[in-house]
């Protein structure tokens, strides 16, 4: 697609997967090497992602957590900094990208993302707002806020505003204009209890 601030450039789809986290009431695993129908989250949600992304992948993540060869892994600096400080060690990657590059942010725990990835995309190329975000969930739909899709340079101005370490996602990323891409609950249901864990086994392929 064109950058519509330089007509004769090339927008690029890049993908960032926060993929550090520990779910609590997981007793503390790696969402990240959670199996699913005999694949990892992981792997799920980076072919999702693959499916649209053109440019880098990138995966923060520490040490611990095995990604391909083809990604680029990365972490925020100090470690377990909360999604916000994940997505500026993310997009720091991709320093000497246009502003007008688009980014798919996904929460390692979505692997429902393929449902819905595409859809961010367009949205976001469409809309010419800083971006696009899932609307989904039980037993009411809310914006998911990390199952989402930003123009680079709209990331970059809203994580100048707020210190990376600990702030919310909302007050870092509430500020962007957004489009709604409305999606079934199922498919944006994340994992945080093995109940969603046992959910999602009977609805990935392996």
């Not at 697609?1 to 520990?22: D, E, K, N, Y």
């Not at 996602?169 to 209890?193: M, Y």
Request: negative net charge.
């Amino acid at each position: 697609m064109l950058c519509p601030s330089q007509p004769s450039f090339r927008t690029t789809v890049h993908a960032v997967i926060l993929a550090g986290g520990r779910g609590k009431r997981l007793g503390g695993v790696s969402k990240a090497d959670i199996m699913l129908s005999g694949r990892r989250v992981l792997d799920i949600v980076l072919e999702a992602a693959a499916a649209v992304a053109d440019g880098r992948m990138i995966v923060v993540a520490p040490d611990s957590v095995v990604v391909p060869d083809t990604v680029t892994r990365t972490l925020e600096d100090p470690p377990a900094g909360g999604p916000v400080a994940g997505i500026g060690a993310g997009i720091a990657e991709l320093e000497d990208a246009p502003p007008c590059d688009l980014v798919l942010i996904l929460a390692v725990d979505t692997p429902g993302a393929v449902c819905f990835v595409s859809d961010l995309v367009e949205a976001t190329s469409r809309s010419g707002l800083d971006g696009a975000v899932v609307v989904g969930g039980a037993p009411e739909p809310f914006i998911q806020r990390l199952q989402a899709c930003y123009r680079l340079g709209a990331l970059r101005r809203a994580l100048a505003l707020v210190p990376p370490h600990g702030c919310s996602v909302h007050r870092a990323l509430g500020v962007l204009k957004v489009a709604a891409v409305h999606t079934a609950p199922e498919f944006s249901q994340d994992i945080d209890t093995w109940q969603d864990v046992v959910d999602w086994h009977g609805r990935v392929q392996p």
